[in-house]
Every structure is written in C-alpha cells, then in structure tokens.
C-alpha cells in the first residue's frame, strides 16, 4: 500500500481539471459529509466535481438537506474524472456498480478510517485513529489552504457527530475539530436534530415491535452477554432504509450484554446485521468471517435465510 498524506493528497487534487468523488453503498453521514465538504471546496477552487454512490439504496431524506447536495449525482451519471476519491469506504467493493468508474481513473485516492482498509487506491490517506473520515477531508482542505466556509463545516460536522455517536466514543482530537466547525458557523442544535432526533411517527411503533423480539443471551461470548432484534422487511415501510439504523442504539443499551445484533431484513430473506459492542468483544474478526467488516466496536455483514437461521449463525460464530 502507498501511503499519502493530506498533502500529496491535497497536491494530487489542487491540479485536477475535474475529480469524481464516490461515497460507500448505504451511504451515511461520514461518507455523504465527507464526499460533500470536499465537493464545495474543490469546486470553490474552480475544479469540476461530481458525487455519487451506488444504488439501489437512495440517499435518506435527512442527508438530501446537507448543503452541496446538488453535486449528487445518480450512479450511471457519474462521469470517469482523471481523479477520483473514495471516502470512508473501507474497502473497492464498498463503492459498489462504481467500482469501474473509480478504477478508470488516471489517479485514484481513498481517504477512510477503517482499521480494516488496506488501502485500494494510488493514494491512501487512512488513519484508523481518527473518528471520522470528515476529519481527514479536514486536514486534506487545510493542506488545500481552503477557507472553512459554514457550509463545508456543516457537511464535515455531520460526519463527526453520528461517527462519534454525538461525541459518546469521541477521542480528544475530536473536540478540537468539534471547536472549528462550530466556530465557522455550525447550527449545531438544529443539525444534531436532523441527524440523530428526527423520525417519522411511524418510527415509534416499528421500534416497539423490534423491541418485543429482543432476546438476551447471558452466556454468550464467553459470558460477555449477547442481545439480539429482529426487523422484518415490512416494519419499514414507508421510511428511509436509514429510520432502521438507529434501532440498535436503543438495543445496544442492555447492560447485561456486551455484544448487540440487530438484524434487518432489506428483501424478504436478505439481511443487513449490525453489530455494537460496549468494551470486552472485538467484532472486527467476528464480522469478518461472517464476510463483513467495520471497526471493533461497531461492525457489520450481510446473510440469507429465515429469521432462525441467520440468527443461529451468528450465535454459532460467537461460540
Ligand atoms: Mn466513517
């Protein structure tokens, strides 16, 4: 792997005529803040940009607000720039039907802060240390000599706040960047709002029918504790894919388990899992060999099967 750093980064991009920049599948606030800050800056710069990431998924309606969304572009529509940047996508297939388009490119470059990410561009700027790929945009805009302008604040802030669970898990580097977006015009009350506090109605009695199928499993994980949900397809009906997402942080909140798996099920016998553990259970090799990834705290991977069986694979790999 070729290491970079903000600097070669920022070179490689101050010199590009147009650069494409690609967010991971079921894009979050880290990739699309990330993608959206770096899309105003460069294009302040003159330079032509274009976001995109692969679908089906649609972006939720809460990160269609964040300013610069009108660099988005659908998938089929994202030009072949002579560079291209993936952000937060721990790994090439992370970008899905994309993967082509960035791999066109005369110069590629992946900024993320997977542990996991092994570096699949010609310019890596990874760093696992940091909470947030925004951070790294960040450095990369000051290496630029970028004014931090309100609007890209506010795009590198969503990312900073839901990867640091509202600044739960956040390192003290954090705060500090916390200190600058705010103080470069940031309304942080009413973006915490929209990111983290905001639901349609129908969110409540989804999340009381998940609830009733929580089960605990004092034993498992070596005595650690294992809590598991389950949301079938029909509960989201009517609400962005995103509305199922912060259901494990109500989950995640037993305190006789570490370890927590909800289950989502995206097509009738298709499912997205989303593992979190408190402080004992590292995910990453749990998630991996169930063919997924993430971080040790917060990981994931995708199964097929009923209810029961995917369910039992996972409390098999924990054995
Ligand atoms: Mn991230």
Not at 154 to 168: E, Q, R, V, W
Request: proline share 4%; glycine share 10%; net charge negative.
């Amino acid at each position: 792997m070729t290491t970079a750093t903000s600097e070669s980064v920022g070179a490689a991009l101050s010199g590009a005529e147009s650069v494409s920049i690609i967010s991971h599948v079921r894009p979050d606030a880290d990739t699309i803040g990330s993608a959206l800050a770096l899309g105003l800056a460069l294009r302040g710069r003159g330079v032509d940009v274009a976001v995109s990431f692969s679908g089906p998924e649609e972006l939720p309606g809460t990160l269609r607000s964040l300013p610069g969304a009108e660099l988005i572009v659908v998938d089929d529509a994202l030009p072949a720039a002579p560079v291209a940047v993936a952000v937060d996508a721990a790994n090439l297939e992370r970008l899905g039907r994309l993967q082509d388009v960035y791999s066109a490119s005369d110069t590629t470059v992946c900024i993320d802060h997977h542990v996991s990410n092994e570096g699949f561009g010609d310019l890596n700027l990874i760093d696992p240390t940091a909470d947030c790929t925004a951070a790294l945009v960040l450095d990369v805009l000051d290496a630029l000599g970028v004014e931090l302008t309100a609007d890209i604040a506010t795009c590198l802030y969503a990312g900073l706040i839901t990867d640091t669970g509202s600044f739960k898990w956040a390192r003290p580097a954090s705060f500090a960047v916390a200190a600058r977006l705010t103080e470069a015009g940031v309304d942080s009350a009413h973006w915490s709002r929209v990111l983290l506090d905001s639901h349609p109605f129908g969110w409540l009695p989804m999340v009381s029918q998940v609830l009733a199928t929580a089960d605990l499993d004092r034993d498992a994980c070596d005595g650690a504790g294992l809590v598991v949900a389950v949301m079938g397809t029909d509960l989201l009906a009517g609400m962005d894919w995103e509305d199922g997402e912060s259901v494990v942080d109500i989950v995640r909140t037993a305190r006789e388990a570490d370890v927590t798996a909800v289950f989502k099920e995206a097509t009738p016998g298709t499912w997205n899992v989303s593992l979190r553990s408190k402080s004992v259970v590292d995910l990453i090799p749990i998630a991996r060999s169930l063919g997924g990834g993430g971080h040790t705290r917060a990981a994931g991977y995708s199964d097929t099967g009923t209810p029961d069986e995917v369910v039992g694979r996972l409390r098999k790999a924990l054995q």
